[in-house]
């Protein structure tokens, strides 16, 4: 198996750009993740799917933040415009469901390397 | 609310010296906890998990950790560190809410260095 795959591994852009990161989750896995790392803040999960669809946002830090999810095979996270301030290392986890009673999602989380992004 | 502290943000250890990485959590009903290991530029790889069962956990590279309900803690150990085991490492909580879906809450994550 491949594992999550995520592109770009680096990008630098400027202020006010758009910038569009891409995950492909592991296949068969029905949960995805999008996280943010910085120094500061640790590791942030900004939106979460299950089936295709965004279970929660809650973390996504304001509207200039959108992810889809068309299908089981991918996922986008997109900032439009960018700062310097969304300078981090994102990161994109899928996981299944373990066949537990209840079929539940215990959490375990499958990393891709990440997408580090420089905004000047 | 739902929460992990690892109160150290460094651990450093002698290779060969048993090492401990602490955690403890807060949670609402069952809680499901994980350790991951980040190396630079990398990331992150699960380590081990306690979900049920016995509270010693055996995982990779010869980590375990311990469940602890009554001190709700999840401490990360390993016998004989070896230099290679530096890194970042987190610990993870989920928990059981009866539903398909339980998202992850990390800690800040520690840092170990195992020096020669």
């Known amino acids: 198996d491949a594992g999550v795959i995520q592109s770009p591994r680096h990008e630098v852009t400027e202020m006010g750009q758009e910038v569009t990161l891409r995950c492909k989750p592991i296949?068969?896995?029905?949960?995805l993740f999008w996280y943010r790392q910085t120094m500061m803040r640790g590791l942030e999960l900004l939106i979460y799917?299950?089936?295709?669809?965004?279970?929660?946002d809650s973390g996504m830090p304001e509207d200039r933040f959108s992810a889809k999810m068309p299908n089981a095979s991918f996922s986008t996270l997109k900032i439009q415009p960018s700062e310097p301030r969304d300078s981090a290392v994102y990161f994109c986890?899928?996981?299944?469901?373990?066949?537990?009673?209840?079929?539940?999602?215990?959490?375990?989380?499958?990393f891709g390397e990440g997408s580090r992004l420089t905004v000047l | 609310a739902q929460s992990v502290a690892q109160p150290e943000d460094q651990v450093n250890v002698a290779e060969g010296n048993p090492l401990t990485v602490k955690c403890t959590y807060s949670v609402s009903g069952n809680p499901y906890l994980f350790w991951y290991v980040q190396y630079p530029n990398r990331g992150l790889q699960f380590l081990l998990k306690?979900?049920?069962?016995?509270?010693l956990v055996k995982g990779s590279y010869g980590f375990e950790a311990e469940f602890n309900k009554s001190q709700t803690s999840f401490h990360l150990k390993k016998p004989s560190a070896l230099v290679s085991d530096s890194a970042l490492y987190f610990c993870?909580?989920?928990?059981?809410?009866?539903?398909?879906?339980?998202?992850?809450?990390f800690g800040r994550g520690t840092q170990l260095t195992v020096w020669p």
């Open positions: 993870a909580v989920s928990f059981d809410r009866g539903s398909t879906l339980g998202r992850l809450y």
């Open positions: 986890a899928s996981s299944s469901t373990l066949g537990l009673a209840g079929g539940r999602d215990t959490g375990e989380l499958f």
């Open positions: 306690y979900i049920t069962g016995d509270n």
């Open positions: 799917f299950n089936n295709n669809v965004p279970i929660d």
């Open positions: 296949s068969g896995h029905n949960s």
